[in-house]
Nanobody, 127 residues
Framework: QVQLVESGGGLVQAGGSLRLSCAAS????????MGWFRQAPGKEREFVAA???????????YYADSVKGRFTISRDNAKNTVYLQMNSLKAEDTAVYYC?????????????????WGQGTQVTVSS
C-alpha cells in the first residue's frame, strides 16, 4: 500500500479554481492507478476522477460526468504526486476530497476498488 497525504483544499468563491495535491510514499507509485473521490455531508463517497498508472493517451484519464470539462487529473511520477485541477467551481462541489490509489483493475467508480486512501482535504465553494 502507498501512504497518501492530500493538500490544497480551502474556501473559494463559485467560479474560482483550486488545485489539490496528493503526495504518495513508496517507490512503487508509478505502478498505482490514482484517483480522487469526494464526500459531502450526509452523502456517500462519490468518484471524481482517475488516472492510469501509465499515461500518454486520452484513455488514461476518466471523469465523473459532473466534473467533466471542469476538473483535470494529472500525475508526476518523479514527484510521487497526483493533482486535481478544479476550475469553474460550483457550490455543489463542496465536499471533503480524498485521494486514492490501487493496483486493482476493478471499476474506478467503486470505492471498494481502491485500497489506499488519504485523510481528505476540505473544499468549500461559496455561492
Amino acid at each position: 500500500q502507498v501512504q497518501l497525504v492530500e493538500s490544497g483544499g480551502g474556501l473559494v468563491q463559485a467560479g474560482g479554481s483550486l488545485r489539490l495535491s496528493c503526495a504518495a510514499s513508496g517507490r512503487t507509485f508509478s505502478s498505482y492507478r490514482m484517483g480522487w473521490f469526494r464526500q459531502a455531508p450526509g452523502k456517500e463517497r462519490e468518484f471524481v476522477a482517475a488516472i492510469a498508472a501509465i499515461t500518454g493517451s486520452a484513455l488514461s484519464t476518466y471523469y465523473a460526468d459532473s466534473v467533466k470539462g471542469r476538473f483535470t487529473i494529472s500525475r508526476d511520477n518523479a514527484k510521487n504526486t497526483v493533482y486535481l485541477q478544479m476550475n469553474s467551481l460550483k457550490a455543489e462541489d463542496t465536499a471533503v476530497y480524498y485521494c486514492a490509489g490501487t493496483t486493482s483493475s476493478g471499476p474506478a467508480v467503486a470505492p471498494r476498488t481502491w485500497g489506499s486512501w488519504g485523510q481528505g482535504t476540505q473544499v468549500t465553494v461559496s455561492s
